[in-house]
């Protein structure tokens, strides 16, 4: 069968993907941005992958008109706080337009649950979408869940951060709200098995595991998991703001992401009964063995996607391609070069950098920069990395996002999504026992320049023990397994 996939660099996309090639499904994914994409663990026969922006309707003729079923897996909840409503919708509706003019005869759509009376704008975005797709000439089937518990996940890296950072906490009142968390894995079985099933067409499923429980008792029960104790504080104080930044501080979210969470957590996400079980029969995952499998899935380093796959800043929006050619007009480039003895472990050394393994130097300085990024909104230092030996262009490492990693040509480009008055690129390069690291910055205005000035002492003291320690590498560095 061939199928269209889109969001297919998302953190649902990208475990189903597997799972539709092995059941001997042709899969058309769709990216905005072809780089992003890795598609080489794949048998080209089974993959094909197409560059389409379904906001921008000039992208759509790419998509084949051929294809059997769709799944509409695209979501823009961290785009903005106030205007991911107008895009998620508009993407709905050329989406629904488009798919029209096609062979398709079923299109899946990965949903909330929205049976509360009042809920969240992100709630409310997401039925809207729903009743958007609802409109098409084929046979939608919605499939509405709650917190997904998955290693990489937002929720469970939220709560992971949460409980393994603070021993005590103090919680808004609305973390007694209940919900009814689904393990990934269950997740993508719905998905599968939904998949050009009659007994599904033209109907809605919520989607949940066996256990219904509070806020308060998912970071209790993840705690008793780690082996850990902690107490939870309830603070009837607490508004959404004051929560929102709390996540901001704590946790690797973004603050838009944090608001739009915390808006939706005063919001009961429980299922309604249906029959879905019986159409699919499939064994629902507890809370607790799900987190134990997240965590078994980080210490075997196969952590297949990670919300932080997402892009994050405005200025990647257009494409990875766009920033892989550094700038060099109006730049300001400090070039460091040294002579190395063993090529290979220094090329180990630069393709574990970042996340638990640090920036071997200074980088504590690296953590007082994330805080600082922090207080002007941005994304800080704490994302980490998905896995701590492969990285692949568009993966997040820390409060950098990779642009070019090719072990081939003994290259790595990072783009800094820091807060600046600027951009800013990070380059390692290997050539002829050379080890060659580029920082270029590319001010904005006379900000930008005032910005450089006054941090150039420190950047001169951070890059050149940076390049040194590098260098100096002569066997791989410690892999932390619990990477982010």
């Not at 950098?353 to 920036?359: A, P």
């Amino acid at each position: 069968m061939k199928i269209l996939l889109t969001g297919a660099t998302g953190y649902i996309a990208k475990r189903l993907l597997p799972v539709l090639i092995s059941e001997g499904h042709e899969v058309v994914c769709c990216v905005r941005d072809r780089r992003r994409f890795d598609a080489s663990p794949y048998d080209p026969a089974y993959i094909s992958v197409i560059e389409v922006d379904f906001l921008n309707k000039t992208t759509l003729d790419s998509i084949p008109h051929d294809i059997e079923a769709a799944y509409y897996l695209i979501h823009s909840m961290t785009a903005s706080i106030d205007d991911f409503e107008c895009l998620e919708k508009e993407s709905a509706r050329n989406f629904r337009d488009y798919i029209d003019k096609t062979n398709a005869r079923q299109v899946i759509y990965l949903s909330g649950i929205v049976n509360d009376k009042l809920l969240s704008k992100h709630l409310l975005s997401r039925k809207a979408v729903e009743d958007t797709l609802k409109e098409g000439g084929y046979h939608l089937t919605t499939l509405r869940a709650g917190i997904i518990v998955g290693s990489g996940s937002a929720s469970f890296e939220i709560i992971r951060d949460l409980v393994e950072k603070l021993p005590v906490m103090v919680a808004p009142r609305w973390v007694n709200t209940r919900c009814q968390p689904i393990a990934i894995g269950n997740v993508i079985e719905y998905l599968k098995g939904v998949l050009m099933n009659e007994k599904t067409f033209g109907k809605s499923f919520d989607i949940g595991g066996p256990d219904v429980l509070s806020y308060k008792e998912m970071l209790l029960r993840f705690a008793e998991v780690r082996n850990l104790k902690r107490r939870i504080f309830v603070l009837p104080v607490l508004t959404p703001r004051l929560s929102s930044y709390f996540l901001y501080f704590i946790t690797s979210t973004s603050y838009k992401l944090a608001a739009n969470l915390v808006n939706s957590m005063k919001v009961e996400v429980v299922c309604c009964e249906n029959n879905l079980n019986k159409i699919i029969p499939i064994d629902l995952i507890s809370y607790k063995k799900a987190v134990r499998r997240a965590f078994d899935k980080i210490m075997q380093e196969e952590v297949l996607s990670s919300w932080t796959d997402a892009l994050s800043e405005r200025a990647l929006e257009r494409g990875i391609s766009r920033l892989v050619n550094m700038p060099c007009f109006g730049c300001i480039i400090d070039k460091k070069r040294r002579v190395i003895k063993d090529e290979k472990a220094v090329l180990k050394c630069i393709w574990t950098i970042g996340g638990r393994n640090g920036w071997y130097f200074a980088t504590r300085l690296w953590h007082i920069r994330g805080v600082f990024d922090k207080f002007l909104g941005g994304v800080g230092y704490h994302r980490g990395r998905r896995s701590p030996t492969r990285l692949h262009p568009g993966d997040a490492i820390d409060s950098w996002r990779v642009l070019l990693a090719s072990k081939q040509e003994k290259r790595l480009i990072l783009y800094s999504e820091l807060k600046m008055p600027g951009e800013a690129w990070l380059e390692f390069r290997i050539k002829d026992n050379v080890l060659y690291q580029t920082h270029t910055f590319r001010p904005l205005g006379l900000m930008g320049r005032i910005y450089w000035i006054a941090i150039l002492p420190v950047h001169h003291f951070i890059f050149s023990g940076m390049i040194r320690k590098i260098a100096k590498c002569r066997t791989l560095p410690k892999i932390e397994t619990a990477a982010r």
